[in-house]
């Protein structure tokens, strides 16, 4: 069965030419024009009525950005200085993360698991001693 998606627009909307679909002829409707007559996903379906709209599409709810630190940082080894909420500093190296949490590797210290809703902060530990420009490379 060939199935085509009625959408209104704008015209029809404001009331000028209304569309009645049965109007075409008494062949019935016409062949959708889309390779193996696929309907659009709801996904694209949404982005072209904003697009027809003039609105902006909405961003991604991920960017990815928290991942892509972790794993530059995790690859470098680079000692990190996490402040949690009630201002204690851990210092260490981060060993692996998931959604939730960080586990911590620390020298002289047993490692540490933080959950990462007890996180206030981080930043490189190069980065206290007045930054790393003259030192690195």
Known sequence: MNRKLIRTTLAEVKGREPHHPKERGEGGPRPAH??????????????????VLGRKKIPPSETNAEIFYYKKQMDAHTVMVIVLRDGEEVTGTIEWYDRNALKVNRKGEPNIMLLKHNIKYMFKAEDREGGGDESSD
Do not use: L
């Not at 889309?34 to 697009?51: D, H, L, N, Y």
């Open 34 to 51: 889309r390779s193996g007559g696929a309907a659009a996903s709801p996904a694209r379906a949404e982005s072209s009525a904003a697009a």
